[in-house]
C-alpha cells in the first residue's frame, strides 16, 4: 500500500518503557536478528507468543535481570517483522544494561518512530493509523484520548477508503462514457452522474466537520478577546491564563499591540490572545495596534467579543463573515442592580445586545441567548461557565458520533479533495467540458492517498516519524 519497500536487512532496538524508575521496563527488538537475539541472551529456544520467566544473560553467562520474553514471528507482529519484548525491571540501569547487550547481539538503536514506520511499511496499519499512535501517547485529554483510539483502530481510514471507492467508481463510469463519445447516446449527459458526485461531496463535508473536530481535541483554537477599550479583555485574559500577562489600568488604550498565551483547560490546549481596543483614534500607535487586532480576529477560530456591563455597547466589527462569536458582558459586579444573583442579566437587555449584535456584524445572525455569558473577573463569578463554553467550543464533552483525530494536514488533502469534487460537479451539472470531470476526481483521490500514504514521500515520511518518541 505505501509503495516503499518492505524488506529490511536490519535489526533495530530500543528501550519501549519511559524515562524514570518503575516496576517494569521494557526492551523492543524488531528485525530478522530477534530469534538469534532471544536465544542469545535467554540461553533458550522461545515458543512463539508464549511469554518465558527466565534470566536475561550477559556473554558469559552471568545474569543481567530476570523478567519476561516475549517472540512474535513475522508477519504476526506490530512491525509485521519477528518482534522480541524483553520485559525485566523498570531502574533506567538495568534498561541500558539490557539494551547494551541486545546492541552487542547485532542489533542498532532504532531512530524515534522506527517501529511505527517498520508497520506502515510492511502494511500492518496505513499512515493516519501510525499518526494516531503518536497522537494517542501525547493526548492531554480523555476526548482527544478516545479519538485518537478511533483513528488508530482504523476508523478514519475506513471513512477515507469508503469515499474513495465512490470515486473510483464515478471515475470509472466518466471514462468508460468517453470510450464510447462516437456513439449517439451521450453518457455524460445523465442526470445520475451528477447526483452520485452530489453524494460524494456530501461525504467530504461529513468527514470535514468530524476531522476539524478532531484537530481541535487535538490542537485546541485560536480564541481572540475584541471589545472596546476598557472592557476587561486584558484583566480576562490575566484571568484565563493565571498570570498577569497583560497590563491593566484604568486607562484607555493602555494594550497597544496582540499578547499572545497558551494555557490548557482540562487537558486541552488553547491559545489565548488580547488585543487593542477597538474604537476611532488618531493616535498612530494604537491605530496601529487596532490594524493588528482585526489581522489577529480574522485570523481566529473564535472570537470573544467582550462588553462592559456598564456600558452595554458594541464594538465597530468588521470581521470576516461567518467567523463564529461569542458576546462575553464583563464587570457583571459592576451590574448588581440590574443582575440576579448568578450575574445574569436581565432577559430584556440581553436580547437587546443580541438584536445590537446582529445589526453590528452578519455574522452574529445565528447567535442565541445562550451564546450570552456574563463574568466579573474581579470576582470570579461566571468563569467556570465561560471556561465550560470554551471547552465546548473544542468539541471536549461533545459525544459527537465517530469523531476521530486529525492533523491539519489531513484537513487540508480533505479540502483539497472536496474542491475538486465539487469542481466535477459543477462540470457534469452545467455540461461545460463533463469530460474533465474524470480529471477532477482524480485529483480528489490524489488528495485522499496522501491522507492514508499511499505514496513514495520518503521526506514526508521521515518528518511524521521523527517526531515520534523512541521505542516507539
Known sequence: MSGLASITTDTIAAIATGAGKAGIGVVRV????????????????LAVRHAHYLPFQKEDQQT???????????????????????????????????????????????????????AFINDKIDLAQAEAVSDLIDSSSVSAAQAAVRSMSGEFSKSIVAVQSELTALRAWLEAALDFSEEEI?????????????????????????????QRLREGLTIVIAGMTNAGKSSLLNALSGEDSAIVTDIE??????????????GVPMHIVDTAGLRDTQDAVEQEGINRARRAIDAADHVLVLVDAERLSLPSL?????????????????????????????????????????????????????????????????????????????????????????????????????????????????SDMPELAAEELRQAQLALDSVTGRFDSEDLLGEIFGSFCIGK
Open 253 to 266: 488604550g493602555t494594550t497597544r499591540d496582540v499578547l499572545h498565551e497558551q494555557i490548557t483547560l482540562d
Open 318 to 430: 468588521d470581521i470576516a463573515d461567518g467567523l463564529p462569536a461569542t458576546l462575553v458582558v464583563s464587570k457583571i459586579d459592576l451590574a448588581r442592580n440590574e443582575a440576579d444573583a448568578d450575574g445574569n442579566l436581565p432577559d430584556e437587555q440581553v436580547q437587546q445586545l443580541l438584536h445590537d449584535a446582529q445589526s453590528a456584524a452578519k455574522q452574529f445572525s445565528d447567535l442565541s441567548a445562550e451564546r450570552v455569558i456574563s463574568v466579573s473577573v474581579k470576582t470570579g463569578q461566571g468563569m467556570d461557565s465561560l471556561k465550560q463554553h470554551l471547552l465546548s467550543l473544542v468539541g471536549h464533552d461533545a459525544q459527537v458520533e465517530g469523531a476521530f483525530i486529525a492533523r491539519r494536514r489531513h484537513l487540508d488533502a480533505l479540502s483539497k479533495a472536496k474542491h475538486a469534487s465539487l469542481a466535477a460537479l459543477d462540470r457534469l451539472r452545467t
Open 30 to 45: 524488531s528485525g530478522p536478528l530477534a530469534v538469534d537475539i532471544a536465544h542469545a541472551i535467554t540461553g533458550e529456544t
Open 186 to 214: 451521450d453518457f455524460l449527459a445523465d442526470p445520475q452522474l451528477a447526483k452520485r458526485a452530489e453524494l460524494i461531496v456530501e461525504q467530504f463535508e461529513l468527514l470535514l466537520d468530524r476531522a476539524s473536530q478532531g
Open 64 to 118: 543481567l535481570d530476570v523478567g519476561i520474553a516475549l517472540l512474535f514471528k513475522a508477519p504476526h507482529s506490530y512491525t509485521g517483522e519477528d518482534v522480541l519484548e524483553l520485559q525485566g525491571h523498570g531502574g533506567s540501569v538495568v534498561l541500558d544494561m539490557l539494551l547494551s547487550r541486545v546492541l552487542e547481539c547485532g542489533a542498532r538503536m532504532a531512530r524515534p518512530g522506527e517501529f511505527t514506520e517498520r
